[in-house]
């Protein structure tokens, strides 16, 4: 069958073919309608039930306009979807449902209000890197670092239905030492390198840290911010929102000890 047909809000798709078996009512109720989508590809074919047609899809999409970073507007999606239903009877499908991105249409579309409240449910929980666990000494820079890598993906995942890539780019890294002092760094430090960067100094200028002043056990809290960002078709993002979202803490206890230098004979007698 070669045909065409139009939904209310400008999507035209032709050439579809589609066969479709009407569904009865167990409980006796008689035949039910059926549902179908029906989509455009990136390179204009069509899209039924998530398989692709030989069909292709027209160029008329007025309201939709394609994410894209910086928000430049204009562009037709790569993808989009009418959500059709053919009544008992019936031989036309009548579009219940819209959805593509930016769509005012009727269907939940994936907004980034509803994207950052599931991006601070996935935010990950950053382990805290250093040389002193379980125990570290006074008045030497204990080496610190966020163990993680400075970009994550999260996705894709399905929000209200669609799919949503993720992307996480580190912001910064809240520290509590746990000795009363705190302090925000703008990078993850990195991982000690006792071999290629070792450091032999009160202070490491290679590398983050803090130096405690005073004994005891102290429960350091770790706290990663990020800025994020999603995207409808993988590989368009935008911001999820304009200011970075902060990942639940993680703690790491360690023991701070006092050495002492202690004189001993030389054991080759000189």
Same mark, same amino acid.
């Given at each position: 069958?070669?045909?065409?047909?139009?939904?209310?809000?400008?999507?035209?798709?032709?050439?579809?073919?589609?066969?479709?078996?009407?569904?009865?009512?167990?409980?006796?109720?008689?035949?039910?309608?059926?549902?179908?989508?029906?989509?455009?590809?990136?390179?204009?074919?069509?899209?039924?039930?998530?398989?692709?047609?030989?069909?292709?899809?027209?160029?008329?999409?007025?309201?939709?306009?394609?994410?894209?970073?910086?928000?430049?507007?204009?562009?037709?999606?790569?993808?989009?979807?009418?959500?059709?239903?053919?009544?008992?009877?019936?031989?036309?499908?009548?579009?219940?449902?819209?959805?593509?991105?930016?769509?005012?249409?009727?269907?939940?579309?994936?907004?980034?209000?509803?994207?950052?409240?599931?991006?601070?449910?996935?935010?990950?929980?950053?382990?805290?890197?250093?040389?002193?666990?379980?125990?570290?000494?006074?008045?030497?820079?204990?080496?610190?670092?966020?163990?993680?890598? @400075?970009? &994550? /993906?999260? $996705? *894709? =995942?399905? %929000? +209200?239905?669609?799919?949503? !890539?993720?992307?996480?780019?580190?912001?910064?890294?809240?520290?509590?030492?746990?000795?009363?002092?705190?302090?925000?760094?703008?990078?993850?430090?990195?991982?000690?390198?006792?071999?290629?960067?070792?450091?032999?100094?009160?202070?490491?200028?290679?590398?983050?840290?803090? @130096?405690? &002043? /005073?004994? $005891? *056990? =102290?429960? %350091? +809290?770790?706290?990663?911010? !990020?800025?994020?960002?999603?995207?409808?078709?993988?590989?368009?993002?935008?911001?999820?929102?304009?200011?970075?979202?902060?990942?639940?803490?993680?703690?790491?206890?360690?023991?701070?000890?006092?050495?002492?230098?202690?004189?001993?004979?030389?054991?080759?007698?000189?």
């Amino acid at each position: 069958m070669d045909g065409s047909f139009q939904h209310q809000q400008g999507i035209v798709v032709r050439g579809v073919c589609v066969s479709v078996t009407q569904v009865s009512d167990p409980g006796g109720g008689g035949p039910q309608p059926v549902y179908r989508s029906v989509g455009c590809a990136a390179d204009g074919r069509v899209i039924v039930d998530g398989v692709l047609g030989s069909g292709s899809c027209g160029a008329r999409m007025p309201h939709c306009k394609l994410l894209v970073e910086g928000g430049a507007p204009g562009r037709q999606p790569p993808v989009a979807y009418a959500y059709q239903r053919q009544d008992p009877g019936s031989s036309g499908w009548v579009t219940v449902g819209f959805w593509c991105p930016q769509s005012s249409g009727p269907v939940a579309v994936p907004n980034a209000a509803t994207v950052r409240d599931q991006v601070l449910r996935l935010l990950p929980g950053v382990a805290v890197g250093t040389t002193g666990s379980p125990a570290t000494l006074v008045n030497l820079q204990t080496v610190l670092w966020a163990d993680t890598p @400075v970009r &994550r /993906a999260l $996705g *894709p =995942v399905r %929000i +209200v239905g669609q799919p949503v !890539w993720l992307r996480l780019a580190f912001a910064h890294a809240s520290w509590d030492f746990g000795d009363g002092t705190a302090e925000v760094s703008d990078d993850p430090g990195k991982a000690y390198d006792p071999v290629g960067d070792r450091c032999a100094q009160v202070l490491c200028p290679d590398y983050y840290g803090h @130096v405690y &002043r /005073a004994r $005891g *056990p =102290v429960t %350091i +809290v770790l706290r990663v911010s !990020w800025r994020a960002s999603y995207s409808l078709d993988g590989s368009h993002f935008v911001p999820v929102d304009p200011d970075p979202l902060t990942g639940p803490a993680r703690t790491q206890r360690l023991l701070v000890r006092q050495a002492r230098a202690v004189l001993v004979p030389n054991p080759g007698g000189d």
